[in-house]
């Protein structure tokens, strides 16, 4: 059995989420979370004894609440936990690495305060091409300079002064992860680069947002 199916049998079909808005999880991404609730202390604990997995997703705006909180996406990503540290006043930081988008089938019942969904990775098998470096197999379809060209007029417009440097030491793939985590686009922007289907697909959302951002400022 190659690496990749050992990896994608072993998603549990029932998981925990961190339903938060703007927190947005990519396949390959890593997202620092600072935990402080009670429940979501008790799902990191859980978590940390199953696996250390669970999803990120976002709740629905605009949308009225269910019987188990906000109304949520129906796409969001699994990540596994892959550091962790516990602060003197009882808080747990983490940081949860992506592994593999899921589509909600169904809400599970509560467990000690926090949500579960019976989550579907099949459309998904393309998320595993990631190697443990956090690269992307595949390059993206986009060149280095059309990519910095858009992200200079970015920072520009919105008054940031970024450490070039950095940036291009970065791999052409992990930069298009960490620019739709980390870049301050609205929730459903967000939302939008998670759920595209191809590489291609994301390159060309990401570009039009930069776009649309820097035509704003």
């Known amino acids: 059995m190659s690496g990749t199916s050992a990896r994608f049998e072993g998603v549990p079909e029932i998981f925990p989420i961190f339903p938060l808005t703007g927190a947005v999880l990519f396949p390959g991404g890593r997202l620092p979370l600072n935990i402080f609730e009670p429940r979501y202390l008790a799902m990191v604990d859980d978590a940390m004894a199953a696996g250390r997995m669970f999803g990120m997703i976002q709740p629905l705006p605009d949308t009225p609440r269910t019987a188990n909180g906000p109304a949520i996406y ?29 589509e909600v089938v169904e809400e599970a019942e509560m467990r000690r305060g926090y949500r579960r969904v019976q989550g579907d990775v099949s459309a998904f098998r393309d998320d595993f091409a990631i190697q443990s470096n956090g690269a992307i197999e595949a390059p993206p379809l986009v060149s280095r300079e059309l990519l910095t060209g858009a992200l200079r007029r970015y920072f520009e417009a919105i008054g940031v002064d970024a450490n070039w440097d950095a940036i291009n030491e970065i791999s052409d793939d992990a930069l298009i992860v960490t620019l739709c985590m980390a870049c301050p686009f609205s929730p459903i922007e967000k939302q939008t680069l998670l759920e595209a289907r191809t590489d291609a697909e994301r390159v060309r959302s990401l570009l039009a947002i930069l776009e649309i951002h820097s035509r704003r400022s």
């Open 74 to 102: 129906r796409l969001g990503c699994l990540g596994r936990i892959t550091a962790f540290s516990e602060t003197d006043d009882g808080r747990y930081l983490i940081t949860l690495t992506g592994l593999v988008r899921f």
